[in-house]
């Protein structure tokens, strides 16, 4: 399986949306041109980031649909949900576990941990909650692979290296620390709070005193 | 209201969470650098960042915690939850609805819109969600200035062009659409389906043939 650049990896679920789209609307066939004036990117590119998914296409007329669905979906490896732990069952953590397009996108969350004595032995849309202390065990069990951090930002570091001590080999870090693992584990780092704190902001600067903005 | 540098402000949120984290612990006092330790920023950066805030605090004894908090809360505009409204209520859009840390970080969903004729009329944790042809109509009578974006890629834009011709200043975008906006709106984009591409594959990539990474 060859690696394939980040930003091309970055716009295949866009394209993926696009091409969904012209076969609820009937058509058998789609071209890079098609797929590019619905997603905004130049079709070169798009021509170049198809290329990776290994489907040729007819000149002028592209590609089938059908074809090209299936060869993208498995170079997201969406055909193929990994299951993964969740760590953290907070606010953030409850949207995730409701979030049902994360299966159908190549993540199951099949179990959760957190603190809260509380939490430990329920389970929210049908995904069992455990403690914490349960994680290393059921990591080894299970042969986890990916984890989701949602807990508060302080307790991220120790939850990561729990996680990476146990198989894990990619995280999913949803808090706003920055997290210091081993070279080879992959991180995804998502960080709503920074984006929403530079949001509320800009928008405060401007409507209370738009002359210092500008 | 001064402009605070981007990357402060992605810090500011960090620090709340430890301080409120020092208060639950019984402190009243906090210092620079019992923060740094606990968010892994360098005390100088942590000291040059709660300059900003305008709090002043005593050498060797640090802040007031109670000041400190609202100074940064303020800062963040958290004391005061923006009305904002949501467009597409589908899957990422009702884990939004129901995530309410939201409205304690300064952001309040007050209506959300979709274009499904099944979906209007009802209600979702409370917030009533309309057909999308009421957005204009509401964004004028409610004076709404902050819009969330959760709909398919190929209407964020349309959408945006929407709210942002109604009134909107702000948009938090969570679909992975690069939109084309003109300059003073302010746009923070959230690409969970970018990041989930990128961790997925790198995954595969990983486990089925660890030679070629590296």
Known sequence: MDAIPIMTLK?????????YKFKRA??????????????????TQVR???????????????HKIDELIS??????????????????????????????????KGLR?????????????????????YNVDKLSNLL?????HIGIITTPA??????????VANGVIA??????AKLNLPEEVIVENIDMSSSLAVLSRRVAEKLYHPITRN
Chains 1, 2 share one sequence.
């Not at 979906?73 to 409701?98: I, P, R, T, Y």
């Open 154 to 163: 302080d307790a991220a570091q120790e939850v990561a290296d729990l996680l």
């Open 109 to 129: 969350i099949i179990a959760a941990f957190d603190v809260n004595p509380e939490l430990a032995g329920t389970e929210l849309h049908e995904i069992p909650i």
């Open 11 to 19: 716009r295949l679920p866009q394209y993926l949306e696009a091409i």
């Open 71 to 104: 060869a993208i979906e498995q170079c997201l490896n969406w055909n193929d949900a990994s299951s993964c732990f969740l760590v953290g069952v907070g606010h953030l953590g409850k949207a995730l576990m409701g979030y049902s397009e994360l299966s159908r």
């Open 48 to 62: 170049k980031d198809l290329a990776y998914t290994g489907v040729v296409g007819t000149p002028k007329v592209g």
């Open 171 to 176: 995280i999913w870090n949803f808090t706003p």
């Open 140 to 144: 080894n069990r299970l042969h986890i």
């Open 26 to 43: 009937g058509l058998k066939m789609v071209s890079a041109t098609k797929i590019a004036v619905f997603t905004d990117v130049h079709m």
